[in-house]
């Protein structure tokens, strides 16, 4: 799958079904990393940010391991901005590094899209593993498989007290978030949300919305990764946010099978009306779209209803985003054009659902 299969197609790797994802939708490993003799990109001028452009894009001509999938370079010369949205709406590339206006960012996208490396975003490089469901240690595979390649190339910016050195101070050490995407809907219903976050950061994690920092969560969806970089090593990181994810995920089934009993009406006339609004509105925004969509899904995962698999859902809360429909019109729309063009679009995805 090359850069345009992945810009043109429905769905990339982290949307597939995987055991469990009715909870954890997907994980996420990324490492941040610079180049030894370059300036933070935020200090970049011209020149050195196409000396940095230049020397990433030439380890890409060299040969690649094939556990990397195929890697591709694209430099935003060859992406413009409806392209870039498309790749951050797919979680891809970051929002902030779709908006840049660098003449010298870059991406490199594997055959499948679940590792992406962004090239001078707020550090040189950012190396992305995105997987379905709970697989955090599979995903800090790869991206180490990724990254151990660049570093036999490239000299990285690397202290022997601090470890990767990178543009924010919160990020030195190992350089490395890792997070999960979850789907909290018992959680919220039952007004547990609050005291169970705030447990989660007295454990050293933080919560985020659905496109990560300065986001904020709807339709019941969270991203949530470790707060700290350094004091651990990588594996110990992956392990304990695989710990604390286990443990939520157990509360929100424990949760999610009592509403089932104690809740069961509430809950079928939440999911019923979700359905036969989404059925119904010849005008729906992005807000209300997630959070009808999320009602949806859990009346999926609980057996009320059938008719959907939860990948085709994946792909769906994607497809309805603004970039999306854009290139789906090929032309500019205003918000209430999206907001038509949404409607008929979750009508036409959800039809077979009953």
Known sequence: MSIENILNSASVKWMESEEGQDIVISSRIRLARNLMDLPFPLRLDQKA??????????????????????????GFDQLNILDRRI???????????????????AVLLNKDGSLSTMVNEEDHLRIQCLLPG????????????????????LEYAFDERYGYLTSCPTNVGTGLRASVMLHLPAMQMTGQTSQILQNIGQLGM??????????????????????????????????HLQ???????????????????????????????????LNHARIINSTEALTLLSDVRLGIDLGILSGIQPYALNQLIVSIRPAH?????????????????RAEIIQEQIKGIK
């Not at 709970?134 to 190339?153: C, P, T, V, W």
């Not at 710990?243 to 509403?259: D, F, H, S």
């Open 325 to 341: 429909l854009q290139k789906d019109v090929a032309q500019e729309m205003d918000a209430l054009q999206r907001d038509i063009k």
């Open 134 to 153: 709970l697989q955090l240690a599979a995903g800090y595979e790869l991206a180490q498989h990724m990254d151990d390649f660049l570093e036999s190339k």
């Open 87 to 105: 790749l951050a709406e797919k979680h891809l590339i970051s929002p902030d590094h779709a908006e840049s206006n660098s003449s010298f960012g």
């Open 49 to 74: 940010g196409h000396e940095c452009l230049q020397r990433v894009k030439a380890v890409c001509q060299e040969e690649m391991p094939a556990v990397l999938n195929e890697v591709e370079f694209s």
């Open 243 to 277: 710990a604390v994810t286990e443990q939520i995920v157990e509360q929100e089934r424990v949760l999610r099978e009592r509403m089932k009993i104690e809740l069961k009406y509430q809950l079928e006339d939440k999911v019923g009306r979700a359905l036969g609004i």
């Open 206 to 239: 933080t919560v985020r919305g659905l496109y990560g920092e300065g986001t904020e969560a709807t339709g019941n969806f969270f991203q949530m990764s470790n707060q700290t970089t350094m004091g651990q090593t990588e594996e110990e990181i992956c392990n």
